[in-house]
């Protein structure tokens, strides 16, 4: 499964219908435009994507005029950290993602497909990118065009796979945040503040609707959807992408994904704790359970697709926890996001875009993908 000729070659730049239309009918061929590696450019030069951007940061500058007295001491803070310690936080987030990519392959040979690991990190990085510029968290979306586009693989069932990691992901960072919140706070759990118990709340909804969602959508969605009067192509999309989904999931396999997806998203809450050590704040005491505590509040907030990476969302909500949770002063909590999204956006748009200009996949060079037997077969509706 390496040539790439009979691939559909639909452009991420045109409009997002055109998008579904081609995951949908991952069998019609289309126009490959000459210039197709500038996709990416012209999708971030579109009205929607430059207004989701241009507002958040708006906001922020108006923020920081309004605080200017305590803001302005913010790159001094900065230009104090500790180096290596910031050195460190980059090359432990930066390890995630080759767990990451594993991961994925782990979900795509489930959903019948062996991709290697170099492979799955390199689409799954560029998709990231991706996430990073432009809203609506389409990095998803396209990590399953750059898989469709240089392996004759089913987009549809791709994409259920990444459906699943992300399930994955929602279910990690909101139970290992309430883990880390009571660790945090053992000591005083009667006197809790609002915003805690608030937090806490919405973690524990969070694990059991997303639980109740997965089981009713393995149990009765297929059900659902073959009694709707919807279109033939429709019912066939549902069932390639139920195929991914669960498929790519099963419970030989769960224990193991589980226990990566806790190691994946340590590394994110290490990468704030060490942040946080390099700008050696005398008033900020998160430790490690702390920092788990606010970076998966931030990682969640990314969810929003609102914005590029949850841009002005996550800072908002990490500044609030920082100071009414953790009693940070809004010097010292500003200097803490700056550094530590510094590591996790404006890294990842460097380095993405450089990826994104070596790399051969998002012009369709192709890729070894060897097809398996799939680990669960979908649930279909008696006849």
């Keep these: 499964m390496t040539d790439p000729a009979q691939h559909h070659l639909h452009p991420m730049g045109e409009p997002l219908e055109r998008e579904a239309e081609a995951l949908i009918h991952p069998e019609t061929p289309g126009e490959m435009p000459p210039a197709e590696q500038m996709s990416l450019l012209r999708r971030f030069r579109q009205p929607r994507t430059l207004l989701s951007i241009a507002v958040p940061l708006a906001i922020i500058v108006v923020a920081v005029a309004l605080n200017w007295t305590d803001m302005q001491s913010v790159p001094g803070e900065i230009a104090g950290a500790n180096l290596l310690l910031f050195l460190l936080a980059f090359l432990i987030y930066y390890a995630g993602f080759p767990l990451r990519g594993w ?23 560029l998709s990231w990118l ?143 704790y060490l942040v946080v050590r390099a700008l050696g704040f005398s008033d900020v005491d998160l430790g490690f359970s702390g920092a788990m505590f606010v970076a998966l509040i931030g990682s969640l907030l990314t969810a929003v697709p609102f914005t590029p990476a949850g841009l002005g969302l996550v800072e908002g909500g990490m500044l609030a926890v920082l100071t009414r949770v953790f009693s940070a002063s809004y010097t010292h909590a500003a200097a803490i996001i700056l550094l530590d999204r510094t590591i996790s956006v404006f890294t990842v748009v460097l380095l993405g875009s450089v990826a994104y200009v070596l790399s051969s996949k998002p012009r369709g060079g192709g890729m070894k993908v060897e097809e398996v037997a799939p680990q669960i077969a979908p649930v279909r509706p008696a006849a």
């Excluded at 309430?178 to 005083?188: I, K, L, P, Q, T």
Aim: some cysteine; aromatic content about 10%; proline content about 3%.
């Design 130 to 272: 991706v996430n990073c510029v432009v809203p609506a968290k389409l990095g998803d979306l396209y990590r399953a065009y750059l898989l469709k586009l240089n392996s004759p693989v089913s987009a549809t069932r791709t994409l259920g796979t990444v459906f699943m990691e992300r399930i994955l992901d929602l279910i990690a960072i909101a139970a290992l945040g309430v883990a880390a919140g009571y660790w945090r706070f053992r000591d005083n759990l009667s006197s809790l503040s609002m915003t805690v118990q608030v937090i806490f709340a919405m973690g524990v909804v969070v694990v059991v609707v997303l639980i109740v969602a997965m089981v009713a959508m393995r149990s009765f969605g297929r059900r659902i959807i073959g009694m709707l009067p919807l279109p033939h192509r429709v019912v066939e999309f549902y069932d390639r992408f139920e195929e991914g989904v669960f498929g790519s999931v099963g419970l030989h396999g769960l224990p193991f994904l589980g226990l990566l997806t806790v190691v994946i998203w340590a590394t994110e809450a290490l990468r704030l």
């Design 103 to 125: 991961r994925w392959t782990k979900l795509l040979k489930g959903a019948g497909y062996k991709v290697s690991t170099r492979d799955g990190t390199e689409i799954l990085f």
